[in-house]
């Protein structure tokens, strides 16, 4: 009987502007599933950095929300804080996007390249990296890859969509992005087992085309493990 793998994966949050992306999240989840993968969810248990209106884009003010509560949004309940996680009993470990990886996971979407990471965040996935187990990142995801990946000294080809911004931030942190045309894609750094895909850092993306990219990052992850 073919082992069935465990994949790690890690939540920021739940909403799009200042959590875990939703599609992305589940569209994951689902692809995991789909594949025959056991997974667990799992998100820092503290504060997010800010609340947004969703339906107006603003900072709602006075308002705190739990980054591992809003997760069990996502989760159905079944997710558990980051610091009962341990690397060595998953096979890989995959990252969805949403401004809460660069706003609750580290400090990317205010301070760019100078940006520090969560603790917790940074041994958790640079554990990944070390066991030379797979690692998927998801939209907006790469760019926690690049920060970790500098502070060890490494670099890394990956995706970040047509935003030229953050385009020219990872190349100063020594990455590579790679243009790719749509949501569909995705890139394959072999030599450090990284996955990536762009998915909604395309701001017109079609949901069906975001699926197929995270499908085929979900594919070309376990495939690795």
């Given at each position: 009987?073919?082992?069935?793998?465990?994949?790690?994966?890690?939540?920021?949050?739940?909403?799009?502007?200042?959590?875990?992306?939703?599609?992305?999240?589940?569209?994951?989840?689902?692809?995991?599933?789909q594949?025959?993968?056991?997974?667990?969810?799992?998100?820092?248990?503290?504060?997010?950095?800010?609340?947004?209106?969703?339906?107006?884009?603003?900072?709602?003010?006075?308002?705190?929300?739990?980054?591992?509560?809003?997760?069990?949004?996502?989760?159905?309940?079944?997710?558990?804080?980051?610091?009962?996680?341990?690397?060595?009993?998953?096979?890989?470990?995959?990252?969805p996007g949403?401004?809460?990886?660069?706003?609750?996971?580290?400090?990317?979407?205010?301070?760019?390249?100078?940006?520090?990471?969560?603790?917790?965040?940074?041994?958790?996935?640079?554990?990944?990296?070390?066991?030379?187990?797979?690692?998927?990142a998801?939209?907006?995801?790469?760019?926690?890859?690049?920060?970790?990946?500098?502070?060890?000294?490494?670099?890394?080809?990956?995706?970040?969509?047509?935003?030229?911004?953050?385009?020219?931030?990872?190349?100063?942190?020594?990455?590579?992005?790679?243009?790719?045309?749509?949501?569909?894609?995705?890139?394959?750094?072999?030599?450090?087992?990284?996955v990536?895909?762009?998915?909604?850092?395309?701001?017109?993306?079609?949901?069906?085309d975001?699926?197929v990219?995270?499908?085929?990052?979900?594919?070309?992850?376990?495939?690795?493990?």
């Amino acid at each position: 009987m073919a082992k069935v793998l465990n994949v790690a994966v890690l939540l920021a949050g739940c909403g799009h502007m200042d959590g875990a992306e939703i599609r992305e999240s589940v569209l994951t989840l689902l692809a995991l599933d789909q594949h025959g993968a056991g997974f667990q969810c799992f998100a820092l248990d503290k504060d997010q950095h800010h609340v947004v209106n969703h339906m107006t884009g603003q900072v709602v003010e006075g308002q705190q929300r739990n980054i591992l509560e809003e997760a069990a949004r996502i989760a159905r309940g079944d997710v558990l804080a980051l610091s009962k996680a341990d690397p060595k009993a998953f096979d890989a470990l995959i990252m969805p996007g949403g401004f809460g990886v660069a706003k609750n996971h580290c400090g990317f979407a205010f301070n760019g390249i100078g940006a520090d990471v969560q603790p917790e965040v940074f041994q958790f996935v640079k554990a990944f990296f070390e066991a030379k187990k797979p690692v998927g990142a998801i939209c907006i995801a790469p760019a926690l890859v690049a920060l970790i990946l500098k502070n060890t000294g490494q670099s890394a080809a990956l995706t970040i969509g047509n935003d030229k911004g953050t385009t020219t931030a990872l190349k100063a942190l020594g990455a590579n992005p790679q243009d790719r045309a749509s949501a569909r894609d995705v890139v394959v750094d072999e030599g450090l087992n990284l996955v990536t895909t762009p998915a909604y850092m395309f701001g017109d993306a079609r949901l069906s085309d975001v699926y197929v990219g995270i499908e085929r990052l979900v594919a070309e992850v376990l495939k690795r493990a």
